[in-house]
């Protein structure tokens, strides 16, 4: 049912329309007035007071604002990274991908402002939008942005970047999405009506886009979308692997939801062990899907075989390090 968060709480994760049936027959958004009641609620809804609804109660972070940091051997372009956003503290905190409970190996706080989603592309640069109304990027083994896109950019959340290095962003605040070309600042097409809040893009360059009760598909260049009908209570986070299949953080059942290309139905359901799901994200030998989880208070990372694993097991926890943004070094880039 819908829910009116307290105007004090900051933003995120408002599951909007929740136990409402979405249509097994795709739809399709002809005009931008049509996208708009798709989105609409999103706008408003999307807070971060889920948590405080469900009785899970604040996060905290460990860390103060402080220069940021990144270890030797993290600069590597080899060595497999998991990035972990905190809102809170605006900082990403940087590690090793190998073992359970790996120490950190770097920070990054500059130019950081209540991250919201991270993004790795493939050329192992990593991308956050913040809630300063920016979208920042930052070189491998670097703690200053070398990149910063302000113009277009509209209470920011999700974000993803394409082989070609285009940077898509939605945006929340003016129900958007834009498009950036690699290295630039200024939108080149923006899709409008639309209140976006995970993105994802396949191998051909097709947008998917969650307003947390729907997925949307755009073709390459297009400002319509049409409606996948997928069932999936409440789609979050979302993946697409180089066979075409997305992967879909069910919010509403905690669950990490794989549906093959052009079904509605999944065809598997893997159950979140510890608590809340927020984020996710896949790494690009597509082995591994990493979930961003808030477990009693505080969140972890868990971490999913891919696509023959059963069991989401920790990967981060006992740590009051990250939120929900989380990415991987690299992520899918089909």
């Known amino acids: ?39 609409t609620s999103s706008t408003e809804s999307v807070r971060r007071s889920e948590m405080l609804s469900r009785g899970l109660g604040n996060v905290s972070n460990h860390h103060d604002p402080s220069p940021g940091w990144i270890a030797p051997d993290a600069r590597k372009k080899k060595k497999a990274l998991i990035y972990w956003g905190s809102y809170d503290s605006s900082t990403i905190d940087i590690f090793s991908a190998k073992g359970t409970n790996p120490p950190e190996k770097g920070q990054i706080t500059t130019g950081l402002s209540n991250p919201e989603r991270l993004f790795v592309d ?126 879909v953080l069910d919010f509403n059942s905690s669950t990490v939801d794989v549906i ?21 994200t896949l790494n690009k030998s597509e082995n591994a899907i990493y979930v961003s989880v808030e477990a009693g208070g505080g969140f972890i990372v868990q971490r999913l075989d891919y696509p023959n694993g059963t069991t989401l097991t920790n990967k981060i926890s006992g740590t009051s390090y990250g939120d929900w943004p989380i990415a991987v070094s690299p992520d899918t880039v089909l």
């Open 122 to 247: 493939k050329s192992l640069n990593i991308y956050a939008t913040n809630g300063n109304n920016t979208i920042t990027a930052y070189k491998r083994g670097a703690t200053s942005p070398f990149l910063t896109i302000s113009d277009g950019v509209n209470d920011p959340t999700g974000l993803t970047v394409d082989a070609e290095g285009t940077v898509y962003c939605a945006n929340v605040g003016n129900s958007t999405i834009t498009e950036y070309p690699k290295g630039k600042t200024a939108p080149s097409l923006t899709i409008s009506g639309i209140g976006g809040e995970y993105l994802t893009v396949d191998k051909s360059d097709n947008l998917y886009v969650s307003d947390l009760s729907s997925v949307y598909k755009f073709a390459p260049g297009s400002t319509t979308g049409t409606n996948l009908g997928l069932n999936v209570g409440s789609p979050w986070a979302m993946a697409v692997d180089s066979s075409g299949n997305l992967i």
């Open 260 to 280: 093959p290309p052009g079904q509605t139905q999944p065809s598997k359901k893997v159950q979140v062990t510890a608590g809340s799901p927020f984020g996710l």
């Open 1 to 39: 049912m819908p829910y009116s968060p307290p105007a004090q709480v900051r933003r995120f994760g408002l599951a909007v329309l929740l136990g409402t049936a979405v249509a097994g027959c795709s739809t399709t958004a002809t005009t931008p007035s049509s996208n708009a009641q798709l989105g």
